[in-house]
């Protein structure tokens, strides 16, 4: 198994964990939405990078973003319990701030595919 696989599985577990430990807490609408976030962000991203509305340079950056949120090298590691998922976040939502600067924010939410709230609260962390 090749490094780059042996790491998408350690953040699959951890993801998994921590969807199990939300659940187990009696927390299972937040569960739901850290189940659904990585997947809805993937989608948000492949559609803002195709979208002809959203600018070159804001698609450019969306691209290397996103090929650092799919690293398993981050600045802080992901195994470090709230850190490590907390910068993936602030780079995301710093992503989408970019984006919304030249772009429409009706844009976002056409290509979000998740509860509405969610990406209010990502936008929220990027005071957009």
Do not use: C
Not at 5 to 31: E, N, P, Q
Not at 56 to 72: C, E, S, T
Request: proline fraction near 6%.
């Amino acid at each position: 198994m090749g490094p780059l696989v042996f790491a998408i599985a350690i953040l699959a577990l951890l993801w998994a964990s921590l969807i199990v430990a939300l659940v187990v807490s009696g927390r299972k609408g937040a569960a739901r939405e850290v189940a659904a976030f990585l997947p809805n962000l993937v989608l948000l991203f492949r559609g803002l990078a195709t979208d002809p509305r959203v600018p070159r340079r804001a698609k450019a950056a969306l691209v290397v973003g996103g090929i650092y949120l799919a690293m398993p090298i981050d600045l802080v590691p992901d195994f470090i319990p709230i850190a490590g998922q907390a910068d993936d976040a602030i780079i995301a939502a710093a992503l989408l701030r970019f984006v919304l600067a030249s772009t429409e924010r009706s844009v976002l939410y056409e290509h979000w595919h998740g509860d509405p709230r969610t990406l209010d609260r990502v936008l929220a962390i990027a005071r957009a």
